[in-house]
Every structure is written in C-alpha cells, then in structure tokens.
C-alpha cells in the first residue's frame, strides 16, 4: 500500500475509534446532510448555535466547525463566541466562507470572523478563497465562477496572511499550507448537482482535525476520502437524489482498499 494511502487508512481508523464531537455551526440547508455524512464516516456532529451555549459545547468537542451559508445576526454571535473559545483553549476551528464575495454583510462577517480568531483551516470554492483573499472575484451567489486552479494565488496569499491551511474545492480540489501544495483528482461531476457537497467535506475535514494535529494533511486526507466516497456513490447510479444516499453509504463502507485503488493524490 502506497504511504498516501496508508496514512489517510490510519486517519479514517481513528475517526472510527474515537467518535471525535464535531461541534457545527452551519447553515439550515445542510444541517441533516452534514450530520449524517460525519455519521457515516464514524465522527459524533453537533449542531449547536445558541449564543448562550456555544461556549460550553466548544469545550467538550473535538474540533469546531464554522459555516457561514444562511446568516443572520444570533448566528454570528454564536460564531463568535464559539471561535474565541475555540482559539483560547486550542480546538481545531474549520472555516467555510459560503457565499462570500456575494455581499458586503458576507464580507465583513467574514473579515470580523478572520481577525477575531484565525481559522486553523479555510475552505471554500474558488470564487470563495478568491473573494476571502481581496482578489475581487465574481460569485453566483455559493457557486462559483472558476475552476479550481484559479484561485491557487489567492490560496497562498490567505495561507501566508493568516497562517491557516487552505481548502480550494473543484473538479481539482488543491490544498495550500505556505510552499505546500497537494491537488486531490478524485470526485465525480455529479457532485455538483447535490446542494451541500462543499460544507460537507468542510464538516468531514473537521473530523479529520480532531483525529490529526497536522492540519495539512488533516485537509488532504478529508479531501480524499470526500472524492473517492462521490465516485464510489456515482457508479452506483448515475442521478442527483441516489448519490446523495449513496454517498452516506460509500462513507460508512469505505475500505484501505477502495483508497489504495482510487486514490489520485500529488505534492507540488
């Protein structure tokens, strides 16, 4: 078995030993989707935003997950709250700037949220590490507009500002950490069609945190095992409303050697 391999193996194990808390603070349209997906893959999810008890659950989860999709004002409290507590008694924080380049209430969210308690990891779609990175890119609303590889400038340039690795998802999902760059080939096209595919694998690579403190590899291991579980559940049948519960399913069976046999993993 390839070393690559091996160590995403090792890190799917520990998932399923320890049940890691994912404490999520996420948006209405994929709360079920992301839940079960952690399920599947053997974590624990939370889905807890009141301000009153962020705090509190902060410090009994494993990693926490922050997700910025539908926004409104006792969200972001409950954002920032939990993100400071977070950053004071060093829980992995996982950042998915939803949308943002869309708005200027997104934007600043966003901006307040970098600068109150840097993110350990960022992800998002091009559009979105784009947008994040002050390069003034166009969205369409959460979708984005370009193709993974354009945004590897504003990736390096967010990892080097705020020291946190950085997640771009797409037909190539590419993760950034300073001078180390992964690209990740894996995934199906039929993806795109299922609402909530990207804040899922923000979830799944905040299961990864928990069980991993290189936060890099962290990224690139949830990278992977979200491609291979998306063309497991495609060749299952080929439509929107079967992948979505094949993919729980493919999560759930995923086995060291359906990595081995599909990974497609390099370093640049």
Known sequence: ????????????????????LIHNITNFVVMNNTANALLALGASPAMVHAPEEVEEFVAISSALVVNIGTLDATFVEGMKRAMRQAKSIEKP???????????????????????????????GNASEIMALAGLNAQTKGV??????????????????????????????????????????????PLMAKVTGMGCTATALTGAFAAVNPDYFQAAVHAMAVMGIAGEMAAERNLA???????????????????????????YA
């Open 240 to 266: 929107p409303g079967s992948l979505q519960v094949n993919f729980l399913d493919a999560l759930y069976q995923l086995t060291e050697q359906e990595i081995e046999a599909r990974l497609k993993l390099s």
């Open 1 to 20: 078995m390839s070393q690559s391999a091996q160590s995403i193996w090792q890190d799917v194990t520990q998932v399923r030993i320890q049940a890691p």
């Open 143 to 188: 979708d984005s507009l370009y193709g993974s590889d354009i945004a590897l400038s504003g990736a390096k340039r967010l990892s080097s500002v705020w020291g946190s690795v950085v997640v771009i998802s797409g037909a190539i999902d590419y993760v950034v950490f300073g001078e180390q760059i992964a690209s990740i080939a894996n995934g199906h």
């Open 93 to 123: 924080i996982v950042f998915d700037p939803v949308g943002v380049g869309a708005t200027s209430y997104r934007n600043q969210v966003s901006e307040d949220l970098l600068t109150l308690a840097t993110p350990d990891i960022i992800r």
